[in-house]
């Protein structure tokens, strides 16, 4: 049987068999995978494939390969029509496909299948979903606070090292005050209170690593795209190297979390032991690695806007906050237009989390703006947001930063703005599907973020480059509100 997807409606677009191919066996994915990392890069490699075949939707494999993963095999879905399907849990599943086309591990989660990996359809994915969304719930007041004292602890930092050296690395300043804040947000305590100190950021990213590896390149020179390409995409490497991080990391949440672990023994039948894997997946790998990447890119983004966009945000943030007594609430936030097209903006050009992957679970019809494709039951499917949220079709000049976009009439636009998997308009994360849980808060922490930096500062400038999967941001300049 055969279904069409929710996302297009019958239009007599023909139906073609979809372009591209998958080379030679063991060999064509090696050849991709090169073209990937080091003959194209990530952008160009899309980009050839989709002038080459003249189409948005086409076959090709994706990294790391067959000695990591059992098939790199996909079908590539780059335009705003044919990716929602990828949503549709019905129709896709969602299983072990949180890192792509292979899973690390379970030993580098204490030997669980944490909710990430699990797709709606089984039991424990709704218990564990419901669980953090009572948990968020359950801190909603603090979600300001808290971040306002993070961040402002930050600016401090940042002034400092500006002061100092004239220029401050703020990924660096971003991790930390990242770190601090989902730790206490789920812990109620700050991590320099525990036995973690000040070295919770390095343990998460030393346990990330050897996960996200056959994901990254280092940007090392094209000649060492070999060695590199041994050492990091040919073969997973053990959890027995991270194990004390994890180790360490863990047991400071068992200890710290006891308030967030009864609600999850109490309310929803889950060991502490289960629960605590899955709160420190959620706080390091989805809220840590997902703020590593986020923050940078805002900022990023938000300089390249310029003083006059500076000038704007400013003058409405702050005449806002001055409306609101001084005090920067949830109801003063949904009055900042500007704020939230930026945060939207900045979400849609640089996603922190662009690709996503799915499994057809029977053959479905899906369409692109130009043709009609039919996908066989169990063939991967891929998603990439980086042009999704790019698609000429939808966006007007979709490769430039427009702050206002979202703004008036633009919020018709956020129906195809899909970072947090799945639609920012109308969509909302549920048992049954596979939406951030976090979603309204990293929103709101974006929009946090901008404010309270327009409320000390009136403008700035940065050197911004790419490093490992995200941006790279070093101020060179801060001027203070005058």
Known sequence: MVSSSSSSSPNNLPLKPIPGDYGWPFFGHIKDRYDYFYNQGRINFFKTRMEKYQSTVFRTNMPPGVLIPSNPKVIALLDAKSFPIIFDTTKVLRRDVLDGTYMPSTAYTGGYRVCAYLDPSEPNHATLKSYFAALLASQHTKFIPLFQSSTSDMFVNLEAQLSKDGKAYFNTLSDDMSFNF????????????????SKGPSLVTLWLFPQLAPQITLGVPKFLGFAEDLLLHTFSYPAILVKYPYKKLYDAFYESAASALDLAEGKFGLSREEACHNLLFVAGFNAFGGMKLLFPALIKWVASGGEELHRQLRNEIR???KESEGTVTFAALDKMTLTKSVVYEALRIE???????????????????????????????????????????????????????????????????????????????????????????????????????????DTFTVDASTVLLGSSVTFKSLTKAS
Not at 182 to 197: D, R
Not at 393 to 398: C, H, I
Not at 402 to 413: I, S
Not at 425 to 443: F, R, S
């Open 182 to 197: 989902a730790f206490e947000l789920f812990c109620g305590q700050s991590p320099s209170n525990t036995k973690l100190g």
């Open 319 to 321: 005449t806002v906050v």
């Open 351 to 457: 996603p922190p989390v662009p690709y996503q992957y799915g499994k057809a679970k029977e053959d479905i019809v899906i369409q692109s703006h130009d043709a009609t494709f039919e996908i066989k039951k169990g063939e991967m499917i891929f998603g990439n947001q980086n042009f999704v949220g790019k698609d000429p079709k939808v966006f007007e000049n979709p490769e430039e930063f427009v702050g206002h976009r979202f703004a008036g009439e633009g919020e018709k636009l956020l129906k195809y703005l899909y970072w947090s998997n799945g639609r920012q308009m109308d969509d909302h994360p549920t048992a049954e599907n596979k939406q951030c849980p976090g979603k309204d808060l990293v929103v709101l922490i974006s929009r946090l973020m901008l404010v309270e930096f327009f409320l000390r500062y």
